[in-house]
């Protein structure tokens, strides 16, 4: 038998990856669903015409409500997930935005943790509250802090365990069973995790945000979101999704189902090789602390052991007081992290990122740079000598500095 769309959720999640959204034999026997291009859908006659134009089957008649190809990755990323349906959005903001979009109006209240991804909160500060949404922050460590803000007007609990520049892990059910108790929605954004290594709705979330453009993808060559609800949040995600006009581009769409297949080999190596690359750092003089929350020491490590099925290869890395100079010895002489914005793929990266300005929790005591590490699929010793070598050389060029201005030979 040839394996067709469907959710197959008691199977392994390898499994799951390399079939769910099939469906050769509707493909003229194809392994992957083509790319569809197209707006206009022809019927064959007025009654086939009309009966596509029922609510239960919109994107039988435009190209704007989907595609062969587009249902197909939506079906096989609920699957994984475990929710009731599923949408694409043209990129992991506009899946954040349209969501936040599609739950709130005028006079709610939402509150949003304090590590949420920067443009996220930008978008709340700058649309939601000029559209007379109460936009609250709160402390992601901090439970009682969150129960004391829930009032009866709360319809959105936005979080993002862990954070991408911070990492602290949330309590997701805790946290849920506070929001469910005003009837508000729990929204997470669960990109870090990958649909494979966080099972938002087995822990009371509503809606599960993945930027499908990081580990989905996989490669950094395509921009893509994808938006889950369960029964209860699905209305208001699509009908969002829909007014818009918001539609992912096909090739974009291809290219996720096609890395969707190799995720689970893709992100069990950057989980080994995060964490053998975050424990060779921990030992280095140059660092402070490592912000992994696979890590024992980590403040949110026995909640990630509880819910998690894994870790990604993205991970912070506190460095101890350096100067200008020393920073960019270190970036000068890393060979084979990349500087630049994003991660997920296959190669890896490191950027210094200032997480401090924005928030108001003040756990993260930061006196130096704060380093964002993604640990790519590259040999995890080339990656651990590498990070040695440039964080040795800004340890030197701080000294050889020290030593030209008390004027002693170097
Ligand atoms: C990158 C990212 C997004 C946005 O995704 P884009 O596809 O770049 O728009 C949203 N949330 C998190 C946690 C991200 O890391």
Redesign the pocket.
Known sequence: MLPTHGRATSQDPETQLAHLGRAPAKHAGMVNVPVYRGSTILADTLEEWESRKTPDNPMASYGRFGTPLSRALEEAVCALEGGHDTILFP??????THTLLGCLQAGDHALITDNV?G??RTFAEQVLKRLQIDIEYFDPADLTGLASRIRRNTRVVYL?SPG?LTFEIQDVPAIAALAHSVGAFVII?N??ASPLYFKPFAHGADIS?H????YIVGHSDA???IVTANERAWPCLRSSAHHFGEIAGPDDIYLALRGLRTLAVRMRRHWDTGVQLAQAMACHPAVERILHPALPGHPGHAIWKRDFHGASGLFGAMLKPMTRAQLSCLFRNLNLFGIG???GGYESLALPIDPLPARCASDLDCPGVLLRIHAGLEGAQDLIADMTQALDAALNADSESVRRRHGAPA
Do not use: F, H, M, Q
Request: charge should be negative.
């Open positions: 990129s992991g903001l506009s899946a954040c991804y443009p996220t993002e991408s954004d990109t870090w945000i930027a499908a453009t990081k921009l893509l979101g914005l994003s991660w």
